[in-house]
């Protein structure tokens, strides 16, 4: 059980355009997810808080404009890098959590996206 | 600002000892602790949990030591195999803040 997936697992796409990645709780319902960014051997650094129904909360330094959050129901959520740059290139990872509140999160896999 | 830190960036021992892996967190009020293996171009694997009114838990061939009075975490592996080479990370968890903050992570190399 717990199983979250990703999709797409990487991309590639010019500069300028935007990127939606998607994040989905397989086979629990999922209030609350989290979206993080990891650069190459660097730790996790979370991005934004993601609630169902209501506006995601971003992390000091996240540029919400950029980074738009959409979690629209209690198994999806969807990040989308808009007018990506090749600084935006990262490892892009989500995470939920279950709506019994517990505080373990289950990660997806991950969306590698390279920005050309 | 919060910090979990890691006392080693990598670790290498041979197949079959046991391995420690520490952590410091900078957040007394934090009461959740996890520790987190990633394997690489993967998501983190969830390994074993503690809350904050234990110091010790143990799972299948991993313990969780807590030492809140020097804020200082640790994961051990007994018995380490190839399989269990990835970068480990512990999290620290404040419930009320509902969200976790992560350490840089240990690289653990197995060496057969």
């Known amino acids: 059980g717990a199983v979250v997936s990703q999709h797409p697992s990487w991309v590639i796409c010019k500069s300028g355009t935007s990127v939606k990645i998607e994040c989905r709780s397989l086979?629990?319902?999922?209030?609350?997810m989290f979206w993080y960014r990891q650069f190459p051997k660097q730790s996790l650094m979370l991005m934004a808080t993601?609630?169902?129904?209501?506006?995601?909360?971003?992390e000091q330094g996240v540029e919400k404009d950029k980074f738009l959050i959409n979690h629209a129901s209690l198994t999806l959520s969807t990040l989308t890098v808009t007018s990506a740059h090749p600084e935006d290139s990262s490892f892009y990872i989500c995470?939920?959590?279950?709506?019994?509140?517990?505080?373990?999160?289950?990660f997806g896999p991950g969306t590698r996206l390279l920005v050309l | 600002g919060e910090s979990v830190g890691l006392h080693l960036p990598t670790l290498s021992v041979q197949e079959g000892d046991n391995s420690i892996i520490n952590c410091a967190y900078s957040?007394?009020?934090?009461?959740?602790f996890i520790w987190y293996k990633q394997e690489s171009g993967k998501g983190p694997q969830f390994i074993i949990d503690i809350r904050s009114n234990m110091d010790k838990r143990q799972g299948q061939r991993v313990t969780v030591l807590l030492n809140k009075t020097v804020k200082h975490l640790s994961l051990q592996i007994a018995a380490t195999q190839p399989g269990d080479s990835a970068v480990y990370f512990c999290?620290?968890?404040?419930?009320?803040?509902?969200?976790?903050?992560f350490g840089d992570g240990t690289t653990l190399t197995v060496k057969p």
């Open positions: 999290a620290e968890t404040f419930t009320n803040a509902g969200k976790s903050t």
């Open positions: 957040n007394s009020a934090s009461d959740y």
């Open positions: 995470s939920a959590r279950d709506w019994t509140g517990q505080e373990t999160q289950y």
């Open positions: 993601s609630n169902e129904g209501s506006k995601a909360t971003y």
């Open positions: 086979d629990f319902q999922a209030t609350t």
